[in-house]
């Protein structure tokens, strides 16, 4: 099973950007992004329930980003609007077969399977 991560770059604060997850399996429940920024630790962003399409973000985040699910591409979706320099980070989708009604994954080591990362810069 491999998860591709694709889609960041160097925006300016304000600007959208829109991250993609690709998938090899459909056997996934449930996928998530993290970020991680230049010395700090890995954060929760979003998760989706890919059978409910249940979502659950970070307070940080909440009202700028979207996590959705693109089921004909088997791909994870990351809608950024109205980025902010604190956005600045590798991005990262993680995926895992089980999806338990009402369960918020938001830690990394529910996710059994990772894509490789991929950057986003906000500058001001």
């Known amino acids: 099973v491999q998860l591709q991560a694709s889609g960041g770059g160097s925006v300016q ?3 959208s950007l829109r991250l ?3 998938a090899s399996s459909r056997s996934f429940g449930t996928a998530g992004w993290f970020r991680q920024a230049p010395g700090k ?3 929760f962003v979003a998760t989706i329930n890919l059978r409910t399409q249940v979502t659950f973000y970070a307070d940080s985040v909440k009202g ?3 996590i959705s699910r693109d089921n004909a591409k088997n791909t994870v979706i990351l809608q ?3 980025l902010m320099p604190e ?3 590798i991005y990262y989708c993680g995926a895992r077969t ?3 009604f009402g369960a918020h994954y938001v830690l990394g080591r529910h996710y059994e399977f990772w894509g490789q990362g991929t950057l986003v810069t906000v500058s001001s």
């Open 13 to 15: 604060a304000g600007d």
């Open 20 to 22: 993609s997850c690709a």
């Open 41 to 43: 630790e890995r954060e």
């Open 64 to 66: 700028r980003l979207t």
């Open 80 to 82: 950024m609007h109205n």
């Open 87 to 89: 956005d600045t980070a």
């Open 98 to 100: 089980g999806a338990a």
